[in-house]
């Protein structure tokens, strides 16, 4: 019992999160080294459905109620820790997202076992749970052993290959009655879907910018396709905003906005100092510039060394082959 | 979200609103001598980005008549820095936290919240609003540890909120601009990612003024004993090159390389 | 912002009087030509709005103005916009708040106008002292909120890390003396201030300095990372406190070193050491780097002829703040193979690069008020007189220039150089 792993699996509108994926191939391996079982925890008014979707675990245990139908922390809350308490698992995953921040806390204080935020990397030495957490901004990583054997993970997105999680294998579903109360102080009103019109580039996980290499007006067409295969809206470099090409509310830097995306993908930009202090700070930053020597390649990750006009369709292609 | 006029009758509730003190991140971070913890005696302590924005959601619930703000932290560092700029800004009660053992380090977030939870109680909380999160988070997040310490709800990811009687209607974020709307009957906890706008400014002048005339309160806290059931083995600086990592090839090969290293880090595809 | 329609309507439809059919002494007089135009009514007029300005310390001298004009002519802001004293005078007198409006950010308090005003209306106090009061209101734009509050927590408006202040020296060629280490008394205290010591360009000219100044044989030093930002470009956009607190400090730090002459980089720093410092406690004999190294040109070895057509863009505070417009010429005409232009804005007329009075850090919010910028505008002058190069000596102009040289497409024509850069490349050190 005290040697099984569960996934907290997150859904939304019928989609579940790709870090619920990630999870769940994370989860199996780590039940393999415990000798346990993985089992996926599928919570909601319809839960049914996404539990289906989760073959790579051993068993999925889903719990439908009226209660769970929007994300309410307290509800859903109280039904974790309910499940939990019964079969004990001595993993918890739960993705480090919003819903997930409401839960992983919580649920640790409920069963009394310890919790670790922000974790990028999960191991099980001699029976002892490690897991390493990405500290201050991912700038210091912390590597920390758990006490009693039991611990919730509060997993970052993208820490761990999501291919993994995928299985065409039918799942294993079980459905389990609600614990008898599911009483809430919180009540869940309604979604709220973005509004199209009104992009907050501040916002975003991943940015599409683009400078003056570009040239031309017309040729913002070619940057527009990759954003849309990568399904993130274009921001841009001081001049394309004087230009009038981008709204300002598009423009990155100093005299613009300050964005932190996981992804920013730099294209014509040479990365003068006024651009640079508003981006520096993405997770991720991949630069495509014709010259060699610009400056973009300091604070870039990763760099392409040639025309945008070459590489950037290529690479849409290559987005849009991967996303079918 | 407008029209937070309490209804006729009501009182006036007492927000609280924890601030926390971390490194600042513009600062180089060292790494201690048994490399267990960063290196606190060469980090310059800021006030946590999030709660900056927790103090300004706080500050426009007061300014639309709910009640009174006290701002809270730790003594220490730079306490008094924070806590007269909070009281430049507008809230009603500064307050300097002296626990009778000794201050939570910066990364055991279940001390610090049932120092926190005893500092409310003594305080008489209706609402506490705090950032949802810190570059500390290693033990959990600071908001759902206080209310699960205190017994309260809470609700996380929350970039705006409205009083409506006795409970607070508030957004929480998803990913991709995807909101919910909830209510959570008070008293309650909410962990804010962003205020309803950038948080305010405080003229120097208005702080240096306001260190002359005001006086920050002390009060005493005795916090429960407790463990957070971890331990750091060690702490380390990820491997980062200095410059790009230059991928060279065919178009069509740079494209490959470009998105498999996309994919295998979990952006966008 | 332009005043609301309603207030300018010189004629109101209603107030027309034309009878339709007018007969006087049995002859009938119909016509338009009998029309009569009522008095017009100025309705929304809020008489009390220019009170609220000259009552303030600093603000008086807005009620003195007599719209004589002349201030217009010369104002930088006007050139590329609509602007200048005798407007915003105008356009407060018939109602606008000040306080809240777009145009009280525009002024870069480059001091054209109190130069030509016969009423003395003194721009450089009134904008700071209105400043101030929308600031303490919270009603700032954005941008420059970030550089106060970067200023406030890091000692510079770029938020860089105090402890990298002296990074810069690192790559300098020569050594550069941090007084915090050596503890010995210099002749030369170089205050290097914020763009020189972390802009990217800023700290290449910083470099050029530092090798120039070995290559003399000056006896000098820097503080390093105890150094925080003058702040007198942040006093001019209103945060008095901040360039207040941030004074006294600066007074302290220098009052731990033993120096014969104070030398900056920056002339606005120039200007608040000399102009501003004493009052706080703290009075130098200050120079800038031009006119220190002036008379000493003689004494350069120049290595290489440098073939340019150079002209010089006169730093407001340098210039008319401050009355310098030599110094710099005679280090550029003592440059091997330096040609020097005059642009015709030049010297006591000369016209300003936009980035004074806080306009470093109100670019993205003045554009849309501008036609072009200003630093474009000055570049096009340079361009036009045929210039190669485009000589500076304020560590704000590098960086405004050669983004201008970009925008308005003269790249490859016009290159952006500190005269120390010039001085060091003709020196042969430059690397
Ligand atoms: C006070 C002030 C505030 C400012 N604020 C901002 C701000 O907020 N945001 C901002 O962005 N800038 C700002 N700037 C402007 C800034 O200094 C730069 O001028 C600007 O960022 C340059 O934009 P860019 O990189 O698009 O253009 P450029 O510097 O002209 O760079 C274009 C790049 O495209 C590359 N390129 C050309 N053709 C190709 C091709 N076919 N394939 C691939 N690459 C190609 C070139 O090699 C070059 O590196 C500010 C400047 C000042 C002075
Ligand atoms: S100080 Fe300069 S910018 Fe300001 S109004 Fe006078 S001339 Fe114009
Ligand atoms: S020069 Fe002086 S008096 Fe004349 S219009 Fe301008 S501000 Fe008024």
């Known amino acids: ?324 | ?269 | 912002m332009p005043i609301e329609k309603e207030k300018i309507l010189s004629v109101e439809p209603e107030r027309i009087r034309e009878k339709s059919r007018f007969v006087l002494d049995g002859m009938d007089i119909s016509g338009h030509w009998n029309r009569m135009f009522e008095q017009r009514v100025l309705w929304g007029y809020e008489p009390d709005r220019l009170d609220q300005v000259t009552k303030l310390d600093g603000g008086e001298s807005l009620g003195w103005c007599y719209q004589c004009g002349k201030c217009v002519g010369v104002c930088p802001v006007d050139v590329v916009g609509d602007y200048g004293p005798r407007k915003i005078f105008r356009k407060v007198q018939s109602g606008i708040d000040l306080f809240t409006d777009d145009d009280l950010w525009l002024c870069t308090t480059c001091g054209n106008c109190l130069r030509v005003c016969p009423k003395e209306v003194d721009m450089i106090q009134i904008m700071p002292a209105v400043r101030e009061q929308a600031v303490l209101e919270g009603h700032m734009p954005p941008e420059l909120q970030d550089a106060f509050e970067k200023t406030a927590k890091y000692g510079n408006p770029l938020g860089e890390p105090a402890r990298k202040r002296a990074d810069w020296t690192r790559e300098a060629g020569v050594e550069v003396p941090i007084l915090a280490k050596t503890k010995r008394a210099v002749d030369v205290l170089w205050w290097v201030e914020c763009y020189p010591a972390y802009h990217p360009r800023g700290r290449e000219a910083s470099r050029a300095l530092a090798r120039t100044l070995a290559a003399l044989g000056i006896d000098f030093g820097i503080v390093g990372v105890d150094e925080k930002c003058v702040a007198d470009s942040q006093r001019l956009a209103g945060e008095k406190g901040l360039f207040e607190s941030l004074a006294e400090d600066n007074v302290k730090t220098l009052a731990k070193y033993e120096f014969r002459r104070l030398m900056v980089t920056d002339p606005h720093a120039y200007n608040a050491f000399k102009n501003e410092y004493p009052k706080h406690g703290g009075s130098y004999d200050v120079v800038h780097y031009t006119q220190l190294l002036a008379p000493l040109v003689s004494k350069v070895e120049w290595k290489k002829t440098l073939a340019a057509r150079v002209t010089f863009h006169d730093p407001c505070y340098l210039g008319r703040h401050n009355g310098e417009y030599e110094a710099p010429r005679e280090i550029l005409r003592a440059i091997p193979g330096v040609e020097v232009v005059e642009m015709f804005r030049c010297r006591q007329n000369g016209y300003c690069c936009g980035g004074g009075g806080g306009g470093m850090w109100l670019d993205g919010f003045n554009a849309p008020h501008l036609e072009e910028r200003l630093s474009e505008r000055r570049v096009r002058e340079a361009v036009e007189v045929g210039a190669d190069v485009l000589a500076v000596c304020c560590p704000f102009e590098v960086s405004r220039f050669e983004d201008a040289v970009k925008s308005t497409g003269n790249e490859g024509k016009l290159v952006v150089r500190d005269i120390i850069e010039l001085v060091d490349e003709a020196r042969g050190a430059r690397q």
């Open chain 1, 1 to 324: 019992m005290a040697a099984d792993v569960a996934v907290v699996v997150e859904h939304l509108n019928g989609t579940i999160a790709e870090v619920s994926f990630e999870m769940l191939g994370q989860g199996k391996r780590l039940a393999a080294a415990l000798g346990g079982k993985l089992r996926a925890i599928v919570l909601g008014r319809d839960a049914r459905a996404a539990a289906e979707a989760c073959g790579t675990a051993d068993a999925v245990l889903y719990v439908e109620h009226e209660a769970l139908g929007g994300f309410d922390p307290e509800a859903h809350g109280k039904a974790l820790a309910a499940l939990c308490a019964e079969s004990a698992p001595a993993v918890v995953l739960v993705g480090n997202s919003s819903k997930g921040m409401d839960l992983a806390p919580d649920l640790a204080v409920a069963l009394g076992v310890p919790v670790v935020t922000n974790v990028g990397a999960v191991a099980i030495e001699g029976g002892t749970i490690v897991a390493t957490s990405r500290l201050y901004g991912g700038k210091i990583h912390a590597e920390v052993q758990v006490a009693g054997g039991r611990a919730v993970l509060s997993v970052l997105a993208g820490a761990f290959p999501a291919e993994a999680g995928k299985s065409d294998r039918p799942a294993a579903v079980e459905g389990v009655a609600p614990p008898a109360d599911l009483a809430s102080r919180i009540a869940f009103q309604r979604l709220i879907e973005p509004e199209a019109a009104d992009v907050d580039i501040t916002k975003e996980d991943v940015l599409v910018s683009v400078g003056r290499g570009i040239q031309d007006k017309d040729n913002l067409e070619i940057v527009q396709e990759l954003a849309d295969a990568l399904g993130c809206p274009l921001s841009a470099s001081r001049p394309l905003v004087d230009l009038g090409w981008m709204p300002k509310s598009r423009q990155v830097g100093k005299s613009g906005v300050t964005v932190k995306p996981k992804l920013y993908i730099a294209i014509g930009i040479s990365g003068a100092p006024e651009h640079v202090q508003g981006m520096k700070d993405a997770a991720t930053i991949v630069a495509i510039n014709s010259d060699p020597k610009a400056p973009i390649f300091d604070v870039a990750h990763y760099g392409v060394a040639a025309d945008l006009f070459d590489v950037v369709p290529a690479l849409t292609e290559k987005v849009r082959e991967l996303k079918g």
């Open chain 2, 1 to 269: 979200m407008n029209g937070n006029e309490p209804s006729p009758g009501e009182t006036l509730m007492n927000i609280v609103v924890p601030l926390q003190q971390t490194p600042d991140l513009v600062e180089e971070l060292e790494i201690n001598a048994d490399g267990t913890d960063i290196d606190r005696d060469a980090v310059t302590l800021q006030l946590s980005e999030w709660d900056g924005q927790a103090l300004e959601e706080a500050l426009l619930l007061k300014e639309a008549g709910a009640g009174s703000v006290t701002a809270v932290t730790i003594d220490g560092g730079e306490a008094d820095a924070i806590l007269f700029t909070a009281l430049a800004k507008g809230v009603d009660r500064a307050v300097k936290l002296k626990p009778s053992g000794d201050a939570p380090t910066g990364l055991d977030h279940h001390a610090l919240a049932r120092l926190l939870a005893a500092a409310v109680a003594q305080l008489g909380a209706d609402l506490v609003l705090t950032g949802v999160q810190s570059v500390e988070d290693l033990d959990g997040q600071l908001p759902v540890l206080l209310a699960a310490m205190l017994g309260w709800p809470h609700v996380s990811v929350v970039t705006g909120t409205e009083l409506r009687g006795g409970a607070i209607a508030v957004k929480q974020e998803y990913s991709g601009g995807v909101m919910a709307e909830l209510e959570a009957r008070l008293p309650a906890v909410i962990g804010i990612q962003a205020a309803r706008q950038a948080p305010r400014y405080a003229p120097v002048s208005k702080v240096r003024q306001i260190q002359k005339t005001a006086k920050l309160e002390e009060m005493p806290v005795e916090a429960p004993s407790g463990e957070a059931g971890l331990k750091i083995r060690r702490v380390f600086k990820p491997e980062i090159a200095g410059r790009a990592e230059i991928l060279e090839g065919e178009p069509a090969e740079i494209a490959a390389k470009l998105v498999s290293l996309l994919k295998d880090r979990g952006l966008a595809i």
